[in-house]
Each structure stands twice: as C-alpha cells, then as structure tokens.
C-alpha cells in the first residue's frame, strides 16, 4: 500500500507593505501552545526560512500575529558568500513569547538583510550581548544568552514581534544597497 504523501508547506513570506510586518502581535497561550496547528506552523516555518536561505524567520512573516520567532543557521556554512559567513553556527531554535535583556552597553554595526525586504542590505548598530528568555517549542521556559551575530538576529526577529524592520534601526540609510550591486571580494 503506497504511504501518503505528507509535505510540510513552505509558506510565502509577507514582504514589506503587508499590514501585518507593521503589527505587533500577541502572546500565546499554554493552549495554543500544546495545539497541534501551532506545532505545524512551527514546522512550517523552520522549511520555509531553509527555503528563502534565511538565518531567522517571525510569525508576521508567514502572516501570524504570534509572539513567535525561529532562528537557525549553520557554522561557516560553504555555500554562502565569504560575507555571509558567520563563525558562530546556533542549531534551530524556535522562542514562543520570548524577551530579552541587553547585557552591558557594548554595540556593534554590522551588515543586515531581511526576507521580507528580498535583494536589499543595510548596516545596522545592534547590542553585542544579550539573554533571551521565553518558551521552547514544547512551552518549556529557557534562557540563554548570546553574543555576536546570534544576538543580532535575535534583535532582528524581535523588532518583526514589535511591527518594525532593520530599515527602522538603521541611522544612516545610504549604506542601503541591493546586495546584487556589492562588489564581493
Ligand atoms: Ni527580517
């Protein structure tokens, strides 16, 4: 007998002019939590920041107003481009109503881009260190801390919960440019 064909959907990433990347969304609930329509979300969006080759993807950006982030990439992973390169690899993480709590007053600027502003990038000042706290997939409490790049896009993803994009927290926007146009060494 042949098995059913069970696909996880890859959802279309709302780009900006989407009222909803402009939203801030709400927290969930320990029922909503346990249901399985969130846990295949979930799954839902983990393929579809793999399939848009992203490092973070939030609710808003697969059309949910949900207090829900997902972060992953790998450790210098080959097949980006020398820039994209990141020394620090963090293994798929999903936050359900996450926060976080800047560690010291350290910044840094560094290159962003965002799934939902496709082909463009722009520098960013963001806090180096931070502890992110907030519930796993299964609505188990943690908190960890992160440094770096990590931290970085754990600011991105909590800007998308906010309703505001890299675009809002860039102070100078003539570093803006289509990343198709940067000369790569
Ligand atoms: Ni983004």
């Known amino acids: 007998m042949l098995k059913p064909l069970v696909r996880t959907a890859i959802h279309r990433v709302t780009r900006l002019g989407q009222p909803i990347l402009r939203e801030r969304t709400r927290s969930l609930t320990a029922k909503e939590i346990k249901d399985p329509s969130l846990q295949r979300l979930i799954d839902e969006m ?20 949900m207090s829900l982030f997902l972060m ?24 359900i109503n996450p926060k976080i709590r800047i560690i010291g007053s350290e910044k840094e600027e560094d290159w962003e881009g965002c799934l939902s502003v496709p082909g463009l990038r722009g520098l960013v000042t963001r806090f180096k ?22 931290a970085r896009v754990v600011q991105h993803e909590m800007d998308h919960l906010d309703g505001k994009v890299y675009l809002d927290r860039m102070n100078d926007l003539t570093s803006l440019a289509y990343t198709d146009e940067t000369v790569r060494e």
Not at 46 to 65: D, F, K, L, R, S
Not at 134 to 148: A, C
């Open 46 to 65: 983990a393929v579809t920041m793999v399939n848009y080759a992203g490092v973070g993807i939030a609710a808003p950006q697969v059309g949910q107003g």
């Open 72 to 95: 992953g990439f790998p450790k210098k992973n080959e097949d980006l481009a020398e820039d994209e390169k990141h020394e620090e690899g963090i293994e798929l993480t999903a936050v």
């Open 129 to 150: 260190k931070l502890e992110l706290s907030g519930l796993n997939q299964n609505g188990k409490p943690f908190t960890r801390r992160y440094e770096g790049f990590p």
